[in-house]
């Protein structure tokens, strides 16, 4: 199906069914090639992480113009539909009591990431003003406060700001565009450490016991229950996630449309509480997890968690056909405010995860929960281990409150530095 916005493209493949087609055969390439267990492969994906190529061949595919992600309608499909399946599917195993004994360093770390870009709007403000005054002259710094809003918690604050700080629309897209491309390689960053996070975390002398025994909890459980899937095993798995997932859909479309009857100074939109994905996300993990505690956690067994991470990789490469390196051309200065201030994010982070001697996951896993929100988050933590996806959404979800307030309050002081 192609989406409505083809018409306008100009990419080589605009039809969605063959742009699927395509990423899939992407997908089971890369899997296949980092099966191999010698030769060229086995050397290759020793330095290349396989969830790195996942993401960045269709960023490859979407900058050459062999595909165009912004026409295409795969990814709300993935995101509406596909996410919170593997939500379900992935919290179907969890061990609640586990994931809570991780301990205040997940907390501090995704504390220190929101704290992370709020100061490095300042910092970068004041770098450009040094470097190339002309990039944050004018309003610039309005379109600042949306892409604060946007890195802290998601799309709901972002275009809070907007409204709120009166973003011109052009500057706006401009942004986007930022937001987009600069999120896009700090993911790949993320991804590039997750999987070399055992020797920087020895490096740092960090406390893994936790996130160590959660993942034993989780292999043991599966080796306990292991058995080869029926075909009947398969679809209740389908049927839990994909049949969740509408619930979630059915629950949080009536919840929405009821809170925007509520007064406007409840202010509840400051919260994301009238952004339907919020609930969808919500919804879905509670629903996962509350089957953690049912007859439902043999599923795992049955590959639960490998169905709702096949799910989650094809959230992965709708994700990276978004990106787009030529968008650099159209006001290349803005992306290197965008670099700065992420920079700034970065080093804060690694800083105090090297003071506190917390896990690479948790400095990865806090970042990734504010700059991209519900939808990658989970990506990210799965990176790690398909059982710790559940940690990235609960911090998300924290994101989507913070937004809002934090993202007004680092536009007023852009505002005072702008004069």
Known sequence: MA????????????NDAVVLGLLAAT????????SRPAGFWKRFYTYVPALL?????PAIYNSLGLIDGNASGLYPMARDYLLPSALVLLCVAIDLGAILRLGPKALAMFLTGTLGVML???VSFLAMGVIHPETVAGDTWRGMTTLTGSWIGGGANQAAMKEVFEVDAT???QFVAVDVLVANVWMAVLLFLAARAGAIDRWTGADTSAIEDLKRRIEAYQAEHARIPSLTDLMVILALGLGLTGLSHFLAEPLVAWIKTLPAEWRLQDY????????LVVFATTFGVLLSFTRARSLEGAGASKVGSAMLYVLVATIGMHMDLRALLDRPWLFLLGLIWISVHAALMLGVARLIRAPVFFMAVGSQANIGGAASAPVVASAFHPALAPVG???AVLGYALGTYCAYLTGLMLRGLAG
């Open 120 to 122: 490095g709007a300042l």
């Open 53 to 57: 190529l996942c993401y960045l061949l």
């Open 393 to 395: 959404v609960l911090l």
């Open 272 to 279: 994301s509480l009238d952004s339907r994905f919020f609930w």
């Open 27 to 34: 997908l089971g390439l890369v899997f296949w090639t980092s």
């Open 171 to 173: 500057l706006f897209g």
């Open 3 to 14: 989406s409505p916005e083809s018409a306008a493209s100009t990419a080589l493949i605009q």
